[in-house]
């Protein structure tokens, strides 16, 4: 793995305003300007969420946000996952995956997780447990599958 990471979770309301923007930041660079993708990325459901921030010397490189389950969602839903491209393929992106599933657990220990993936990330989500829940589909132009990670799933 790349150097180590220093994970951090916080309520919206807790999000330093250094942390928040950091965030907003590194959400912005990936999902608009390098997938060149215009949505409203700011979609009011922060304030719901518990936010999983992974740093690295400081930096932020890897952020996640989870949400429990509610009366329209039984599965709790980790979304936005995120990591600075400057630290792809050194397994941060597993490892932000295994500590916002802990978190997951944590705050709905008898649900399943249900993510959003981008289709070609559909085998590294997989490999953690989920399983297809649906047909793909169109989103903001980027081509999703549903995936659930069945409730119970151990982390290999």
């Given at each position: 793995?790349?150097?180590?990471?220093?994970?951090?979770?916080?309520?919206?309301?807790?999000?330093?305003?250094?942390?928040?923007?950091?965030?907003?930041?590194?959400?912005?660079?990936?999902?608009?300007?390098?997938?060149?993708?215009?949505?409203?990325?700011?979609?009011?459901?922060?304030?719901?969420?518990?936010?999983v921030l992974g740093r690295v010397d400081g930096r932020l490189v890897a952020y996640a946000r989870v949400f429990a389950p509610d009366v329209a969602t039984p599965e709790a839903i980790i979304g936005r996952v995120v990591t600075d491209r400057s630290v792809r393929g050194s397994g941060i992106g597993r490892a932000l995956m295994r500590e916002a599933l802990r978190i997951a657990g944590l705050i709905a220990p008898e649900a399943a997780v249900r993510v959003a993936a981008q289709a070609h990330l559909v085998s590294f989500y997989s490999s953690l447990g989920f399983e297809p829940a649906g047909d793909p589909y169109l989103e903001d132009g980027i081509l999703h599958l549903d995936m659930v990670r069945p409730r119970g799933t151990a982390l290999a």
């Open positions: 793995m790349h150097a180590s990471v220093e994970w951090s979770v916080s309520a919206f309301d807790k999000l330093g305003r250094l942390e928040l923007h950091d965030v907003l930041r590194l959400r912005q660079d990936v999902f608009i300007v390098e997938q060149k993708c215009a949505f409203r990325e700011i979609d009011g459901r922060d304030p719901h969420a518990l936010h």
